[in-house]
């Protein structure tokens, strides 16, 4: 990112950032939730809220819901309901986000609430869950009673080894965290979908937390950003443990991946073929494609392979849209074969930095002949 790309930010009341719009950010558990808003929040100025404060806080973090009446939501993670009267204290001025479902409940909630966009961060659910059996440990048995909010973990299973630990979060866990990917893919690609969402991936996050927040900033038409003030990720800070690709590789028993394998199948990978398919960009580019005009088609197919850098489809267009106009393209030809060929799930949480920069190259080419 150039420096005339980096906006600082300018003196602003309390006042008028009080009253700006809140941004909401919704992640997959262990997923760089805490790093993402402590980033935000420094470098807007939007405050994340001191829910310890709250009358109540102490027994609801204990485990007991709606013992904390101000908050914005009751349950966690997949039982996670937004509250009307809570979200109100919220939706000025604030980060702050929650690990709940793309639930009809929840999003008819943010609608009303006057929420209309929200940001969420995408990971592999099998590194994610890595990471949530290990933070669990560390978490101790005191954690046991808030986490049944979500699912039951037996009370002798800080006595197990951690290999039957992990067979038993597999079974239960983990599918929670593929169903979530794929209920956001859903609603992302539903007809009826009311709220404007943004994809962002773990792997922006490690690789480049600076592009990462900018493109969340943008989303959200934030323009009071001081970037000088980017937090960057460290293991064993913010809740980052290791933050590595593959750790369910070394973690799994054979046994485990086969059953993961046959859990996941190829419907995560599906998810997002038929929700970029419906990225508005993505749709706007085939009309141009079809009217011949393949220039601004591929104009707008960046626009979509910022959300969905993993699509074949989008690819494929760009591909053809060059060489109809007589570019070149056997460099992003190589690029997609040796990058998107391999049909893992892996590959679909992968920000693809290299292909999208090799389009962008080609559209600059095919401008200059403007």
């Known amino acids: ?214 493109r969340i900033t943008d989303f959200h038409g934030i323009e009071q950003v001081d970037f000088s003030k980017i937090v960057i990720p460290e293991p064993g800070k913010m809740h980052f443990r290791k933050g590595e690709h593959g750790q369910w590789k070394e973690e799994f028993s054979t046994a485990d991946q086969e059953l993961t394998d046959n859990l996941m199948g190829t419907r995560i990978l599906r998810g997002f073929e038929v929700a970029a398919a419906k990225h508005p960009a993505m749709i706007r580019a085939q009309g141009l494609l079809a009217a011949g005009n393949a220039r601004d088609a591929l104009s707008e197919i960046l626009v979509a392979l910022a959300d969905f850098p993993n699509s074949r489809l989008a690819y494929g267009l760009v591909i053809h849209a060059a060489e109809s106009l007589g570019v070149d393209a056997t460099v992003l030809k190589r690029l997609v074969s040796s990058q998107l060929n391999d049909r893992e799930i892996a590959s679909s949480f992968v920000y693809r930095y290299d292909l999208i920069e090799e389009c962008r190259r080609l559209y600059g080419e095919l401008a200059q002949r403007r």
């Open 1 to 214: 990112m150039s420096d005339s790309s980096m906006r600082k930010i300018d003196v602003v009341s309390r006042s008028a950032l009080d009253e700006a719009p809140s941004v909401f950010f919704v992640s997959l558990p262990k997923s760089g939730t805490v790093y993402t808003w402590y980033s935000l929040e420094a470098m807007t100025g939007l405050k994340m809220p001191q829910f310890h404060e709250l009358a109540g806080w102490p027994d609801y973090n204990d485990g007991r819901d709606f013992s904390c009446p101000d908050l914005y939501a009751c349950g966690d993670y997949n039982t996670q309901l937004l509250l009307p009267q809570g979200m109100k204290n919220f939706v000025r001025g604030h980060i702050f986000g929650a690990h709940m479902q793309a639930s009809y409940h929840n999003m008819c909630i943010l609608k009303e609430s006057g929420i209309d966009r929200i940001s969420v961060l995408l990971r592999d659910p099998r590194d994610a869950f890595v990471s949530w059996v290990h933070h669990l440990n560390r978490l101790g048995p005191s954690a046991r009673n808030y986490h049944s909010k979500i699912y039951h973990i037996p009370r002798d299973y800080y006595d197990w080894p951690l290999a039957q630990q992990f067979e038993y979060q597999i079974r239960t866990f983990l599918t929670i965290a593929v169903n979530w990917v794929e209920g956001w893919l859903d609603y992302y690609a539903s007809s009826d979908r009311e709220i404007e969402v943004l994809f962002v991936y773990y792997d922006e996050l490690k690789r480049d937390p600076l592009r990462y927040i900018k």
